[in-house]
């Protein structure tokens, strides 16, 4: 148990796939102005993340590895996670209209959000077990949820706050965003 809660502080915290590690950075900046977006935006990717987590590591362990076929191991999973987000979409359309409105063209983005490639391709190079890779995975997709509603957070007071022009929108974005990840930064001194 204590091992598990080490590995989530690492994934959440420590190794924060958008903060530390820079990956998915297009959604995070695109979805961050809303916090209902944002969180949405959270919950598709912890879904899409576990879901291609499982899928990508049965087809390298029964597939790829077993024909010796590891070259195509890319391809496959961008493949994998392209599919998947397409589910996610329909789902959405038909269940959470709203939310699907919301998303708008961020939803396909998660198809080529490479921090969904990006763990993916972390569990097969940490050859991590099927119970470490859905608690990779899990903890990954937190950590980029957290990191998104704290930004969707901060972008939706700084929108009430006097910000000088040449500042504003994107600029303010890009400086909080900054901030944000040097103050995740400090959670390296805990490994």
């Given at each position: ?103 708008g063209i961020f939803l396909p983005l998660i198809s080529t959000n490479c921090a969904v490639l990006g763990v993916c391709l972390i569990n097969i190079k940490e050859e991590y077990s099927f119970m ?58 805990m490994a």
């Amino acid at each position: 148990m204590t091992e598990y809660l080490v590995f989530a502080i690492s994934c959440i915290l420590i190794n924060n796939i958008l903060l530390a590690q820079f990956l998915g950075n297009c959604p995070f900046l695109g979805t961050s102005k809303k916090m209902e977006t944002a969180v949405g935006m959270s919950m598709a990717v912890v879904f899409v993340l576990v879901l291609a987590g499982i899928l990508t590591w049965l087809l390298d362990v029964y597939l790829l590895k077993r024909f010796e076929i590891e070259f195509l191991r890319t391809l496959t999973f961008i493949l994998v996670i392209a599919a998947l987000v397409q589910f996610v979409e329909m789902f959405l359309k038909k269940s959470i209209p709203a939310l699907y409105a919301g998303l708008g063209i961020f939803l396909p983005l998660i198809s080529t959000n490479c921090a969904v490639l990006g763990v993916c391709l972390i569990n097969i190079k940490e050859e991590y077990s099927f119970m470490q890779m859905v608690a990779s995975s899990l903890f990954y997709s937190v950590g980029f949820g957290l990191a998104l509603v704290l930004f969707a957070g901060l972008r939706e007071r700084i929108t009430l706050a006097r910000v000088p022009k040449p500042l504003q929108d994107t600029s303010i974005g890009l400086v909080t965003a900054g901030m944000i990840a040097l103050s995740f930064f400090a959670f390296k001194g805990m490994a």
